[in-house]
């Protein structure tokens, strides 16, 4: 689930570009990924046992996993672990940084390793562990911004990425909020959670990015633009604001209501004060959030 | 009576969130399915038709599913009404049975649910 921030992590950082990332999200299925950073990313070998498998790797013409085992850094049973198991996308997408040559093998095993410990990531974390470092990176997105952020709207965007893994897919990047006063929206729904405080939410993005994004919302293909592809992009921003309100009725007793979703197509969206933008990179495209509080 | 003729009537704002309901339905063998896309056609719709069943969402333009509920209530004190909302927090749930709305489905559904509830609502008359 953390490895949607890594990302952000890395632009926080500033080792990668924005427009880096986004090609390095949308080539992830080009896979050549190294057994040594899976090592890393286990917790089973550390940054210079992979640098001293990898030196004797180019002197002797050997697996990189029979050498590994030869120096007693991994055991056949982990290295048969590791050799069938899933590839987190993040190390997909560093694989990619450094195969565009935009970041060197070393640099992305250490700042693997430096996003886990700055982060105090656990492989044995349990669920309410995990919900706690999905907020706080939550939260480490925003530290970049000078605006004060609202404690609901952190449980609205923990919600938030929870939902996207479940209903569209967990191979985005959250990019950095941006904060500005006018947002022109292409495909838009918006809705107005009101009560004892108030939020107004929209989903906004192209329409090639739509037509996919209803595509994996929907459980079918959908081929172009339609009324079916406009309808999803309010259908999720309506179960997001439902599950909310629910949450938030459950865990503090407050009862807030929902507008009916509006559907905008090529609108300015704008306030008086601020908008917090949160833009997420699919592959198929970027789709973004607006809040105004 | 048999599946085909029973009637059917969804009414919810989202074209692809009736389509799914319908999809649902038919599959379940009953395919005279009415469909509104806010809660005055709804009413004006269940008027017209009597459905044996009506699946509504509360939060629609024009007339929300509460005052549907209500109006259609008046229609026919015996209406089988289920909800199928965004909208489910417990206060939300105890005012729609309390208009007498027979079931509550929280969105997002699985067709699964759908058909669960058209099994037990329409036994013996199906």
């Given at each position: 689930m953390y490895a949607q921030f890594f990302g952000n992590y890395l632009l926080s950082k500033h080792v990668v570009t924005p427009e880096q990332l986004i090609q390095a999200i949308e080539e992830q299925h080009i896979r050549h990924i190294k057994l040594g950073l899976l090592a890393i990313h286990a917790g089973l070998m550390t940054v210079e046992q992979v640098d001293k498998v990898l030196i004797r790797q180019a002197h002797e013409n050997r697996r990189f996993g029979e050498l590994a085992i030869e120096e007693k850094f991994l055991t056949e049973e982990q290295l048969a672990g590791l050799l069938k198991q899933q590839i987190p996308v993040y190390l997909l997408i560093g694989e990619r940084l450094v195969e565009n040559g935009f970041l060197s093998e070393t640099q992305l095993e250490e700042l693997i390793t430096s996003y886990q410990e700055e982060n105090h990531f656990?492989?044995?974390?349990n669920a309410d562990e995990q919900q706690e470092n999905l907020q706080a990176l939550t939260r480490s997105l925003f530290m970049i911004t000078t605006l004060h952020i609202p404690e609901y709207l952190f449980k609205y965007l923990t919600l938030l990425f929870n939902n996207l893994v479940r209903?569209?897919?967990?191979?985005f990047l959250p990019l950095n909020p941006i904060l500005s006063s006018e947002h022109v929206a292409n495909h838009c729904s918006g809705q107005i959670i009101d009560g004892e405080f108030s939020l107004t939410a929209y989903l906004e993005m192209e329409e090639d990015a739509a037509v996919a994004f209803a595509s994996r919302f929907a459980g079918t293909e959908f081929k172009e633009f339609n009324e079916y592809v406009d309808a999803a992009i309010g259908d999720f921003l309506n179960w997001q604001n439902g599950l909310f309100n629910v949450n938030i009725s459950n865990e503090e007793s407050v009862e807030l209501f929902l507008n009916p979703v509006v559907n905008l197509q090529n609108t300015m969206l704008s306030s008086s004060s601020d908008m917090i933008l949160l833009p997420i990179a699919y592959p198929f495209g970027t789709i973004t959030f607006v809040f105004k509080l | 009576m048999r599946a085909e003729d029973v009637t059917i009537l969804i009414g919810d704002n989202s074209v692809l969130a009736r389509k799914q309901l319908k999809d649902a339905i038919v599959s379940f063998g009953i395919s005279r399915i009415l469909d509104a896309s806010n809660g005055q056609e709804a009413i004006e719709l269940y008027q017209e038709h009597v459905p044996d069943l009506v699946f509504l969402s509360l939060?629609?333009?024009?007339?929300?599913g509460a005052a549907a509920i209500s109006e259609i209530m008046e229609i026919n004190p015996n209406a089988d009404i289920i909800v199928v909302s965004s909208m489910g927090t417990q206060s939300q749930i105890k005012q729609a049975f309390q208009l007498g709305a027979k079931e509550f489905i929280q969105k997002p559904f699985h067709s699964q649910q759908i058909t669960d509830i058209l099994r037990t609502r329409l036994e013996g008359s199906v």
């Open positions: 656990t492989h044995l974390a209903f569209i897919g967990d191979d | 939060l629609m333009p024009v007339k929300d």
